[in-house]
């Protein structure tokens, strides 16, 4: 039997919403009765955590963390001088997030400075309120400007204060710097007088309060046609005041739900032909004071849809946890996990990459393979990335996320699962990150780091299966560096892919040099970009011919036909899609989008699968093919089924980095992705993407898709500090050495 290393905590084995089917008409009789409605209950006292809030705010300190969320498109990040903290304004207009609990003429006074350049005309500045010019200001007259915010033109609850810009240009530009962003105005304060600051809404003795001038959204999802939604509430006043609430959908339609008493319930079913978000928001209406606010007892949400319809979609729900477990005892197959470190997808054939292939043996491999069109890393740099492809576990539940964080003892990894299952294991590593100090050595009989080239450390890993005395099946984990930074292929591979005649040019070196030019100092198609771009391509060759002869090599040996074969990305690389050349600094496609491909006996051949997929989806995959059952949950999805080309329910695919400071989460759901910042500096807002290149950021477009998103983002992260404590990785002077030489240190 399997060691327990660690225990969760009770809301990983327990579903925290209520869910209920009530029995309605008879329509179907087959052996017993059917609903004709399917209901399903939240608890939204205890999700209160996830929800959003809004209050009102007498003081925008732009540049500090409290002003960031009211902050929403035309926004750079947060800097800071001698004197003040401020953020840009950037592009044509940015646009402010102001909430209002009641309507009444408001004074205010922003203040900010104009960009300016020998070139440059007049910086004018025009207002507006809710798609209503309120005020021009005139930027040359000074950095202190007052203006009127006039009832006519407010409305209760949230509103959209837009600065439009005469103008805005970008220091490069002009001769100034570097810096490509389209500079308007850096702004420092926005004050609204008559405004004061009310305390965010709250739990208080098992109830969720609301003081007077605050909100709370809940964003649900609807499941389609016929469906319909009800939010059932006891609250009462403390003080002189009432509850507000509405309805809102991405088209416009806002529907408010009619209170009456202390006790209301009410149902909203919308004209609908597909799924979609529905956000509910709760408004306390009343003087604002000490302790003065709605005190709400009961808040129930109950989304009911035609029994004959799918069921509600995970999003809904806490995600399950997969036991990965088979039906009856499976062949105890081979397993073969090929890692190639920082390999976006995009680059290779099988994916669509350019032409002529830089991955001939791996697109051979599809043909006989499983292919996964969109798999999605964890995080966007290696050793957070890795703990979760060996543990099943997000960030943050393996707590592996800082380059200081070594996994702990307590973690049970794929290795120790599938050892102790009777399994040989080896692991080959060439990246200094993942080693034995790391703690990532854990069920390996046979763990080697060493920083070698793909074709000598696959080398080593068939002499280790040569060495074999026994009959056992055998796991074999390899762990490759190349197309990892420095971009310095072996000269064959280069003349082929990279004809650059300067031999420093993808040196640490050199990428170093780019990087101190600053954020947006290049772009994709500038000729540094292409020429790194090209060194990367070859690098991809030269990892591809290694993955070939691993698999001719298993081949020889008569293994192919009894081992699961794997292969994957810890994680991909940017080349100024968005800014940055590298990786571990955002989470945009060009670092999260990576290969996912598996071979598995006797399972399909040549074929795909659309379904969005995650890293911590690998581990109980594995397991489940192998008939193994788990000792402990994964938060992974066995995928099986969609391995059976079944469907399977969506499913929110969640990353997050923390890396010197930079902190910021995403999500994907539906065709959409949510990139949020946990940090100043790590992006200007909420940014919500349709397409996948992450061009076109339509988070003020779809508020409420944004809504569920950053919702379902917050149940996520809330988990932080509930999994495993990570352990300390302190370095010695040769990994030191070996994380230098790949641009870490």
């Given at each position: 039997m399997a060691r327990m290393k660690r225990r969760f905590p009770p809301w990983l084995?327990?579903?925290?919403?209520?869910?209920?089917?009530?029995?309605?008409?008879?329509?179907?009789?087959?052996?017993?009765?059917?609903?004709?409605?399917?209901?399903?209950?939240?608890?939204?006292?205890?999700t209160f955590p996830h929800a959003t809030v809004d209050t009102e705010m007498g003081l925008i300190d732009f540049g500090t963390p409290a002003a960031r969320p009211r902050l929403g498109a035309g926004w750079s990040w947060d800097e800071a001088n001698e004197s003040t903290t401020y953020v840009w304004g950037t592009g044509d207009v940015s646009t402010l997030d102001l909430y209002l609990s009641a309507i009444r003429d408001l004074d205010a006074t922003i203040t900010g400075s104009a960009f300016r350049d020998?070139?440059?005309?007049?910086?004018?500045?025009?207002?507006?309120?809710?798609?209503?010019?309120?005020?021009?200001?005139?930027?040359?007259?000074?950095?202190?400007?007052?203006?009127?915010?006039?009832?006519?033109?407010?409305?209760?609850?949230?509103?959209?204060?837009?600065?439009?810009?005469?103008?805005?240009?970008?220091?490069?530009?002009?001769?100034?710097?570097?810096?490509r962003r389209q500079l308007a105005v850096a702004w420092q304060r926005l004050e609204i007088r008559e405004l004061i600051d009310v305390q965010p809404p709250r739990i208080w003795n098992d109830e969720l309060f609301l003081p007077f001038g605050s909100e709370v959204h809940?964003?649900?999802?609807?499941?389609?046609?016929?469906?319909?939604?009800?939010?059932?509430?006891?609250?009462?006043?403390?003080?002189?005041?009432?509850?507000?609430?509405?309805?809102?959908?991405?088209?416009?339609t806002e529907v408010p739900a009619p209170w009456t008493g202390e006790y209301a319930s009410t149902w909203f079913t919308p004209d609908i032909d597909s799924v979609v978000p529905i956000r509910l928001t709760l408004r306390a209406i009343g003087d604002a004071g000490p302790d003065q606010g709605m005190r709400i007892t009961t808040l129930t949400a109950t989304i009911r849809q035609p029994s004959g319809q799918a069921t509600l979609s995970s999003a809904q729900k806490t995600p399950s946890l997969v036991a990965g477990?088979?039906?009856?005892?499976?062949?105890?197959?081979?397993?073969?996990?090929?890692?190639?470190?920082?390999?976006?997808?995009?680059?290779?054939?099988?994916?669509?990459?350019?032409?002529?292939?830089?991955?001939?043996?791996?697109?051979?491999?599809?043909?006989?393979?499983?292919?996964?069109?969109?798999?999605?890393?964890?995080?966007?740099?290696?050793?957070?990335?890795?703990?979760?492809?060996?543990?099943?576990?997000?960030?943050?539940?393996?707590?592996?996320?800082?380059?200081?964080?070594?996994?702990?003892?307590?973690?049970?990894?794929?290795?120790?699962?599938?050892?102790?299952?009777?399994?040989?294991?080896?692991?080959?590593?060439t990246n200094a990150h993942i080693t034995e100090e790391s703690g990532f050595a854990q069920g390996f009989e046979h763990f080697n780091y060493r920083p070698l080239l793909a074709d000598d450390i696959g080398a080593a890993a068939i002499d280790w299966l040569d060495q074999a005395t026994t009959d056992q099946p055998f796991f074999l984990y390899l762990h490759t560096i190349d197309p990892h930074a420095p971009f310095e292929p072996k000269p064959s591979y280069r003349n082929l892919f990279a004809e650059i005649d300067d031999p420093s040019l993808g040196s640490v070196a050199h990428i170093r040099a780019v990087?101190?030019?600053?954020?947006?100092?290049?772009?994709?198609?500038?000729?540094?970009?292409?020429?790194?771009?090209?060194?990367?391509?070859?690098?991809?060759?030269?990892?591809?011919?290694?993955?070939?002869?691993?698999?001719d090599a298993l081949d020889s040996r008569g293994l192919s036909e009894s081992t699961i074969v794997v292969f994957l990305s810890d994680h991909g690389e940017a080349f100024f899609e968005h800014g940055v050349l590298g990786h571990g600094w955002d989470l945009y496609r060009e670092t999260l989008d990576v290969p996912l491909l598996m071979r598995v006996p006797d399972g399909p051949r040549g074929t795909t699968v659309d379904t969005p997929v995650q890293h911590i989806d690998l581990a109980p995959t594995l397991l489940g093919q192998l008939g193994i059952s788990l000792p402990t949950p994964l938060e992974g999805r066995d995928l099986g089924?969609?391995?059976?080309?079944?469907?399977?329910?969506?499913?929110?695919?969640?990353?997050?980095?923390?890396?010197?400071?930079?902190?910021?989460?995403?999500?994907?759901?539906?065709?959409?992705?949510?990139?949020?910042?946990?940090?100043?500096?790590?992006?200007?807002?909420?940014?919500?993407?349709?397409?996948?290149?992450?061009r076109i950021d339509r988070a003020g477009e779809l508020s409420v898709w944004t809504g569920l998103l950053r919702q379902l983002g917050r149940a996520e992260l809330n988990k932080l500090g509930t999994g495993l404590t990570s352990e300390s990785d302190e370095l010695d002077e040769e990994r030191r050495r070996q994380l230098e030489a790949l641009g870490y240190l």
């Open positions: 084995t327990t579903n925290r919403f209520l869910h209920v089917c009530t029995l309605g008409v008879v329509t179907t009789l087959v052996g017993c009765l059917e609903p004709a409605w399917l209901d399903e209950q939240h608890d939204l006292i205890a020998p070139g440059a005309p007049r910086q004018e500045v025009t207002v507006v309120l809710n798609d209503e010019d309120i005020a021009t200001l005139d930027l040359s007259t000074g950095d202190r400007h007052d203006f009127r915010l006039p009832a006519e033109t407010q409305r209760r609850g949230r509103n959209t204060l837009e600065l439009q810009y005469a103008y805005a240009r970008a220091p490069a530009n002009v001769g100034v710097s570097t810096d809940y964003h649900f999802e609807l499941p389609g046609p016929g469906s319909s939604i009800s939010v059932d509430t006891l609250a009462r006043a403390r003080g002189e005041g009432a509850l507000e609430a509405t309805w809102r959908l991405d088209d416009g477990q088979g039906e009856e005892p499976r062949a105890r197959h081979n397993v073969v996990v090929y890692l190639v470190d920082t390999l976006r997808s995009d680059r290779l054939g099988c994916y669509g990459g350019p032409s002529p292939s830089r991955s001939p043996r791996l697109d051979a491999f599809a043909e006989d393979a499983v292919l996964f069109t969109r798999a999605v890393a964890q995080t966007s740099w290696t050793k957070p990335a890795v703990a979760s492809v060996l543990t099943g576990l997000g960030p943050m539940l393996h707590g592996v996320n800082t380059p200081d964080h070594a996994l702990p003892d307590s973690a049970l990894t794929l290795a120790e699962m599938l050892q102790e299952n009777g399994y040989r294991t080896g692991g080959f590593v990087a101190d030019r600053g954020a947006h100092a290049f772009a994709p198609d500038d000729a540094v970009s292409q020429d790194l771009l090209a060194l990367y391509d070859a690098e991809i060759a030269q990892n591809d011919a290694a993955f070939g002869d691993l698999l089924p969609l391995l059976m080309e079944h469907a399977v329910a969506h499913t929110p695919l969640h990353a997050y980095l923390t890396y010197e400071g930079r902190r910021g989460a995403s999500v994907i759901y539906r065709g959409k992705k949510l990139i949020e910042p946990l940090s100043a500096d790590f992006a200007a807002g909420p940014e919500l993407y349709t397409d996948r290149l992450d």
